[in-house]
């Protein structure tokens, strides 16, 4: 059955129905407290009295298009929310709903038109808050191991007595939060702190490569030894993924790639995902977990999409059976298991649903989403908000309405039936910030959901300390030690950036800046908007004026928006974009350091695993559709070795991680979206997964890819 736009619209409004009355049943019987019990319409603290509904919520409210509430309680946090009460909290549900809420929050604040500060993204009070809960939590980490106690006191770190003993997850899901808050910082500690437990987590696994459940943080021996992807360790595969994604880092891919192959080898049956002996690998019980329905949309980031589609089959089977998925079902009996048999709400099938729905538009998804929609809402709604199951068969229910229900599971299913969200954007449009240093282009899609489904824009990361040096060298300096392409000759200095009064830049014909004729880029936020039919077949050329603007040729849109200061910018030609490019590849001694030696010889524009942060600017909607184009005629022979050139933060950890050799360069096979449409790319995140993740996220070659390589050697 194909779903209507009307159906469509139906769903997606009755998701924001349910989000509405638990919020204000939240804040009518619960608030100030964590969370509402929705039985009794009162409130309780379970996670450290920081009303965690209100900022477990908050991005949620931008969503569903709520910015007026968004704003206000923007304010009332920066102004009551504090981290000094003498309580223990969780490090890991500290970390996922309060400094990942207020990390996502900060960086959709310019979406909800909040006044920001003139560092913005690098600073804002929202921003400010996150860290000083981050700070809070870094006492934990102080181990032999580096990897995190699992509790702390906010006012006096770890409690006399804390146990050493920490589950996988609760090590292994922090690099998305403690990464973003470095990135935009400055301050390398956080992200250096999260890795370095990622690394400690991962020498720990067994000969077989299986994690397991609990590990003594002190000594790093294991307790408890069942591995598999549910509790206890879901998010930690969870981070790698998406972590590497988000900070553009291979050592994290290669954590995952190495896992799921070994996860497909021990513990996958039947499309089902059994939990086994770390050690041995020996199954120890056939029962499927309610929180491992996040794995399909793991499996679908890296463009694993059949076999992904066939696991949220069982799960969806499941669900049928009871109308939700209990906690722990017994696979062969095909029951739940006794005390396990509960429904929180959890949001996980929802997630995966939602990537899988991006990468198909399979309308049995939308069916799956209806599905839980309507179970939700007959036996999980009261009077005051939506009440946890507390036994899938007989839809008793308990007292209780988690906080991510609010922060995951209305927002993932509003988003399965709202397919033209800003969250869904696939890299047609953006909004360019003007720094101190060239402009910074931001909300341009792809963004990352932590596991508390808060979403972290990855192009805003790559706006703040450290970088923009960078980019600028590499866009302002031609060295002739490189040669590019033939027929583009060397810029002159007038064709370089010009730098501006104020700590902005005018309009340059690079690439932090389309070239708008009679128009001078101003202060404020900029929309940068795509048009299709890949541009009427290539044909985009516009004209923009100050105050209005015109569209000449090719067809396309250009449209006002409502601030005075906004304005779409124009497309581009192939030969500015030729001369954009090689802009991007003048300073190679920078560009190639910062991205070691898996990018050296490569064509950095083109290679999806080199793409620099910078190329999610104005031009990248345009630079997939030429590479096919341009890639022969980009000859990059690096003639100096890449130790030599500055190194910020990111490239320091990068060279921790992956040493940077002397090796000589070597000359890729380059793949492009256009490959995708004429089927040579099947191995290709971005040919798989593209209409969800935008195409600055691409990591590359998968893992179907070394599985084709062993069937070839076996055959």
Same mark, same amino acid.
């Given at each position: 059955h194909t779903m209507s736009q009307s159906e469509v619209k139906k769903y997606r409004e009755t998701v924001r129905s349910m989000f509405q009355h638990a919020y204000d049943g939240y804040l009518r019987h619960a608030y100030?407290?964590?969370?509402?019990?929705?039985?009794?319409?009162?409130?309780?603290?379970? +996670?450290?009295?920081?009303?965690? @509904?209100?900022?477990d919520a908050l991005d949620t409210l931008l969503v569903m298009g709520n910015v007026t509430e968004f704003r206000r309680v923007s304010e009332l946090l920066t102004k009551t929310l504090k981290f000094e009460t003498d309580v223990n909290v969780s490090v890991f549900e500290t970390n996922i709903r309060v400094v990942g809420g207020l990390l996502a929050a900060h960086l959709l604040s310019q979406k909800a038109g909040v006044e920001l500060d003139p560092g913005w993204p690098c600073s804002g009070p929202l921003l400010t808050l996150a860290e000083k809960a981050a700070k809070k939590l870094l006492p934990a980490f102080d181990t032999p191991t580096g990897m995190p106690y699992g509790t702390v006191n906010l006012r006096h770190?770890?409690?006399?007595?804390?146990?050493?003993?920490?589950?996988?997850?609760?090590? *292994?899901?922090?690099?998305?939060? &403690?990464?973003?808050?470095?990135?935009?910082?400055?301050?390398?500690?956080?992200?250096?702190?999260?890795?370095?437990?990622?690394?400690?987590?991962?020498?720990?696994?067994?000969e077989i490569g299986l994690v397991g459940n609990h590990i003594n943080v002190l000594n790093g021996k294991w307790i408890a030894t069942e591995s598999s992807i549910g509790a206890g360790i879901d998010s930690y595969f969870e981070y790698l993924i998406k972590g590497a994604i988000l900070l553009k880092n291979n050592r994290l891919f290669d954590m995952f790639e190495e896992s799921y192959e070994v996860i497909k080898e021990y513990l996958k049956h039947d499309d089902w995902y059994l939990t086994a002996a770390m050690k041995s690998g020996s199954i120890i019980v056939p029962v499927f977990q309610s929180l491992e329905a996040f794995w399909p949309g793991m499996q679908t980031?890296?463009?694993?999409?059949? $076999?992904?589609?066939? @696991?949220?089959?069982?799960?969806? #089977?499941?669900?049928?059976?009871?109308?939700? @998925?209990?906690?722990?079902?017994?696979? =062969?009996?095909?029951?739940?298991?006794?005390?396990?048999?509960?429904? =929180?709400?959890?949001?996980?099938?929802?997630?995966?649903?939602?990537?899988?729905?991006?990468?198909?538009?399979?309308?049995?998804?939308?069916?799956? *989403?209806?599905?839980?929609?309507?179970?939700?809402?007959?036996?999980?709604?009261?009077?005051?908000?939506?009440?946890?199951?507390?036994?899938?068969?007989?839809?008793?229910l308990d007292n209780r309405m988690e906080s991510f229900f609010l922060a995951e599971t209305t927002k993932y299913l509003y988003l399965l039936f709202d397919?033209?969200? &800003?969250?869904?954007?696939?890299?047609?449009?953006?909004?360019?910030?003007?720094?101190? +240093?060239?402009?910074?282009?931001?909300?341009?899609?792809?963004?990352?959901?932590?596991?508390?489904?808060?979403?972290?824009?990855?192009?805003?990361?790559?706006?703040?300390?450290?970088?923009?040096?960078? +980019?600028?060298?590499? @866009?302002? $300096?031609?060295?002739?030690?490189?040669?590019? &392409?033939?027929?583009?000759?060397? =810029?002159?200095?007038?064709d370089r950036?010009?730098?501006?009064?104020? *700590?902005?830049?005018?309009? #340059?014909?690079?690439?932090?800046?389309?070239?708008?004729?009679?128009?001078?880029?101003?202060?404020?936020?900029?929309?940068?908007?795509?048009?299709?039919?890949?541009?009427?077949?290539?044909? +985009?050329?516009?004209?923009?004026?100050?105050?209005?603007?015109?569209?000449?040729?090719?067809?396309?849109?250009?449209? $006002?928006?409502?601030?005075?200061?906004?304005?779409?910018?124009?497309?581009?030609?192939?030969?500015?974009?030729?001369?954009?490019?090689?802009?991007?590849? #003048?300073?190679?001694?920078?560009?190639?350091?910062?991205?070691?030696? $898996?990018?050296?010889?490569?064509?950095?524009?083109?290679?999806?695993?080199?793409?620099?942060?910078?190329?999610?600017?104005?031009?990248?909607?345009?630079?997939?559709?030429?590479?096919?184009?341009?890639?022969?005629?980009?000859?990059?022979?690096?003639?100096?070795?890449?130790? #030599?050139?500055?190194?910020n933060i990111e490239q320091v950890y990068d060279s921790m991680i992956h040493p940077v050799s002397d090796k000589p360069a070597v000359t890729p096979n380059i793949l492009t979206l256009d490959h995708c449409e004429q089927g040579r790319g099947e191995g290709l995140f971005t040919c798989r997964a593209r209409p969800f993740m935008t195409r600055f996220s691409i990591l590359g070659q998968i893992m179907t890819d070394n599985n084709n390589n062993k069937n070839n050697k076996n055959n």
């Open positions: 100030p407290y964590d969370e509402l019990r929705p039985l009794t319409c009162d409130g309780m603290d379970t +996670w450290g009295s920081y009303s965690l @509904t209100l900022i770190g770890v409690p006399h007595k804390e146990t050493p003993i920490t589950c996988t997850a609760g090590i *292994g899901t922090f690099i998305i939060e &403690f990464g973003t808050l470095s990135r935009l910082t400055g301050n390398s500690v956080y992200e250096t702190t999260a890795l370095t437990a990622l690394e400690a987590l991962w020498e720990s696994r067994s980031l890296v463009g694993d999409i059949d $076999e992904a589609m066939a @696991t949220l089959h069982n799960y969806h #089977q499941v669900w049928r059976q009871y109308g939700f @998925t209990p906690e722990f079902y017994n696979i =062969p009996a095909g029951r739940p298991i006794e005390r396990r048999e509960g429904y =929180p709400l959890r949001p996980e099938l929802a997630e995966s649903i939602l990537y899988l729905y991006r990468a198909t538009n399979d309308p049995y998804l939308l069916m799956v *989403g209806k599905d839980m929609i309507e179970s939700i809402e007959h036996s999980a709604r009261t009077k005051c908000g939506y009440s946890s199951v507390k036994d899938v068969r007989s839809h008793v397919s033209g969200n &800003f969250l869904l954007n696939d890299g047609a449009y953006g909004s360019a910030v003007n720094m101190s +240093w060239g402009t910074c282009v931001v909300h341009a899609g792809g963004y990352i959901y932590n596991t508390e489904a808060h979403p972290i824009d990855p192009a805003a990361l790559h706006c703040c300390h450290g970088a923009q040096e960078e +980019w600028r060298a590499a @866009t302002t $300096e031609l060295d002739s030690d490189y040669t590019m &392409f033939t027929d583009v000759s060397k =810029p002159t200095q007038s950036p010009t730098p501006r009064h104020s *700590g902005s830049t005018a309009a #340059q014909d690079d690439i932090f800046h389309s070239k708008i004729k009679g128009h001078e880029v101003r202060g404020g936020r900029h929309e940068v908007r795509g048009v299709g039919d890949r541009g009427r077949e290539r044909g +985009w050329e516009y004209e923009t004026e100050t105050n209005d603007t015109t569209s000449v040729g090719g067809g396309g849109m250009v449209e $006002e928006t409502d601030d005075d200061d906004d304005v779409v910018i124009s497309r581009i030609t192939l030969t500015e974009l030729e001369k954009a490019v090689a802009r991007i590849l #003048q300073n190679t001694d920078d560009v190639f350091h910062h991205f070691s030696e $898996e990018c050296a010889g490569k064509n950095v524009l083109c290679s999806p695993t080199c793409r620099a942060p910078t190329y999610t600017s104005l031009l990248l909607q345009e630079a997939d559709d030429y590479c096919d184009a341009v890639s022969e005629a980009i000859n990059i022979r690096p003639k100096k070795n890449m130790v #030599q050139g500055s190194m």
